[in-house]
């Protein structure tokens, strides 16, 4: 993961990228709260509306028991506001049943449609009730009373009738007693009227029946003792009174059975089966209420594990990932840190660490490697100078003594002129002094050529694409006349190569070459030639000088190249111009190195390094 950040993404995108993971990850664990807590919000709301139709329920019950009640006072005592009571009860127990919607959900709806048809039959019956008392009330207290009423002005007339008729008429002793004996009846009949009227209404206050069979037998006594007044109009129109009584007094009796029926049996069992089925819808709604708070802890619980859960994996997946953004980070600016401090103690050897975006680290990477670039130059211009120095120091003391050599000698000459000339001896004078003239031209040579070794690298710095068929090409026919008066054969193999060098200075190579050649290759069998060859090995361009000669001893290979050396000082020469080409090929970034030559000879080994474009076609 770490190496796909850093193959993929930059530094600042990263950085953001992690600013972007981290805010997405908060909002998703606010998506998941919002989530679990608007369930959990919702199972509440499902627990508080149960609840308060729990407590609707409940008040249900307890209005059908108030319904109860204030119908038990309008039958006892007969308040009509206690029955208007009814009807409002009842129409705001059928509202709110009617409207609790949450019953349609727990399977609810036979139980609901029972109560309230028993609800229905209860107040039907109610209003039944009422129909029956408001009759039985006016029988009681309009038709009972009539009858009453007229019965006792009857009974009292028949008794004041009887009454004169004793006063006025003079009868016999038995007839007298007969009169007074009917007047005796009429106040019996008067009192049995009275007892007929109080056991009524003490039958209709207390419901007792032993009252109705006491009134019907005040009643029978009241018929008895009328007997006595047969005959009389006043008689005939009381029984009537009577009969009209009885059957009042008896119909009220049925209207009040009738309703206590009606309140004891059929308004009871509606109601028992009102509460009964209430009581349970109480249980079906317990039930579900209990299931939804089970169904509530258990989402509570549930949920509160998957956030847990889920806000530990997200965070764990943050944590990792800040881990990898900043192992991405800190693990590059660790290596390069490491890679700063070997640069700064000057290594050239320190491994710059990989990075492959073009971003800040990138930016530091090519620092980096731009400073072990500069430590390695460092390092080849100190060992270019100690390499100098050590040049400079053995040019020094070369220089020194191969310079002072063309000069002592041309002292010693003078001094002998100067004798010569004072023994008078201008001839041998004349000739010793040519003697000083060649030290003189030998040590302008020198200092020629010291300046020509001194111009290498300072002077034609230009390099471009040198073609060496052409370049040799022309440098054998400009050295043809030369070639051919030593009577040396110089051999140039084709397909040479291109190389990147400065054409000039590489020209100077092979004029050295070619002139140590014409001093040293001697052959008497074969004839002295030099060959020029070439290879390539992939990263250089090898080009071989080799001669037929007498060789080049292997503890002289080396020395060659350093400054006045020669390997035979009785040969022409000065001794610096292997030294220039060395020189010249170090310039180049390359080498020149001497070698033997399998079946004798020597071979001058130059190695040219190749470009980047020709190392790649390679």
Known sequence: MTDFLLCAVGLKKRIALGYIVTGLVAFMIALLSYNAFTRLAEDFRRIVRFSRSSADNMAFAAQMTEMQRQALIYIYEGHNSAGEQVGTIYKRMTDNILLNRELDQIGAEAVVELALRHLELYYEAFQEVRQQRRLQERLVKSD??????????LIEELTRQEQADFSALGFPQQGRQDRAERMLNGARMLVSLLEIEKNAYRYFDSYDSGFIKAAEASLEETRRQLRAFAGQDKAAELKDVLSRYEATFLE??????????????????????????????SALMLSETERIQKEAFAHISSRLRILLLSSSLLLLFVALFSYLISQSITLPLKRLTDTFKLLASGSAEAKIPPYPLPDELGDLTGAAASFKEKNIELRASKKELERSNDELEQFVYTVSHDLKSPIVTSMGFIGIIRKLAAQGKAEQALAM????????????????????????????????LVDLNQLLGDFARNQAERLKAAQFTLIIQPNLPVIFANESRTLQVFENILSNALKYVRNENEG??????????????????????????EEYREKIFGLFYRLNVNIEGTGIGLAVAKKIMKFHGGDIKAEARPGGGAVFHLTFPKTKTEAGRS
């Open 144 to 153: 009972f009373r009539v009858h009453a009423t007229r019965a006792q002005q």
């Open 252 to 281: 009220a009796v049925q209207r009040t059975r009738g309703y206590l029926y009606l309140v004891n049996v059929v308004m009871a069992a509606q109601a028992y089966e009102t509460i009964y089925q209430s009581d349970k819808l």
């Open 528 to 553: 002295c030639r030099l060959e020029i060859s070439s290879y390539d090995d992939g990263q250089q361009q090898h080009i071989c000088c080799a001669d037929n000669g007498p060789g080049i001893p």
């Open 433 to 464: 002094l040519e003697k000083v003239i060649k030290a003189n031209e030998r040590m302008s040579q020198l200092i020629n050529d010291l300046l020509e070794l001194s111009r290498v690298g300072r002077i034609d710095m230009d390099k471009k």
